[in-house]
Structures are given as C-alpha cells and as structure tokens.
C-alpha cells in the first residue's frame, strides 16, 4: 500500500475516531479483547512507512520505521524520515523504551522524553495515527507489518 493511500485510509479512520474528551488520537475506537498479545505475542521485528496527514500545502512528511521487540517489553524502534519536499529535512531518530498490550492496542512509552505512540493491533500489523515525535506537531499516519518473530527461548 502507498504512503499516499495509507494516509488517505487513516485519514478517514482518524477522523471517526478523534471522538469528545479524548486524550489521543484514535483513543475513541472501541476495545476488543477477543485476542489479547502478550509481550512475548509482539517479540519481533516489525517494518512499515509513515507518512503526514492532513499536509495542505505543507511539505509532505515520510519515511520507513522499523521497530524490533524483545520478549522482555522493550523496544527500540528508528523512524528514517526522507527528503521532505521544499526543506532539506530527511533524518534518522531513534527511540527505545516500553511496549505494553492492551487488548489490541499496543503502547510504545519512549524512556528519554515520555512521549507514547498507541497503535492498534490486527493479527501481524500495527496501524495507527499518532504524533510525528521528530516535530512533535506533525500528525502521521503509521502502519507496520512483523517481518519475524522473536526466536523460541531454549
């Protein structure tokens, strides 16, 4: 799927899910508990793309992000944003910290600087929208499929 067509899907989803009172985006949509993860369940690596919601005529925000999972809750997870058109901003970031499940939301709490991106759990992808955290004001469309699972402890 394209960072254009992701955007636009998320865009929609976003819009029907920022409902009243709601502290993040998305925290509107409801909980299913039919499959709850473990942390050992999203031990892996795990790819996708990014890309800015919402642009107008701003430059348009994207990239790849890779997230790797260990079976102990941690995780570290590098967003590489590409050449944003009209800027010279393409960089790499990288955050680690905790992963938590809850139900099918899954919560990235980054240790150095508390911010937290909760993306939604469907069997091996996570989709969500959430804060750009290299501009901490840019919304971004998220979606990551796992690449491998966490090998089998001995």
Known sequence: MSVMALALVLIVFAAGCAGRGSTELGSAMPRTDASVPTKSDLAGM???SFGQVMTG???????EIE???KNDGTYT???ITQLVAG???AGRLEMSGTVVANGSR???NDARSGPRM????DGD???GVTIDPATRRVTVAVELQRVTAAPEAP
């Open 106 to 108: 899954v919560v990235f």
């Open 87 to 89: 800027s010279a901003r």
């Open 77 to 79: 997870t590098t967003w």
């Open 67 to 69: 997230s790797q999972i």
């Open 118 to 121: 909760t993306l939604t759990r």
């Open 57 to 63: 005529d701003s430059g348009l925000i994207h990239g």
């Open 46 to 48: 795990w790819r996708g």
């Open 125 to 127: 992808t996570l989709y």
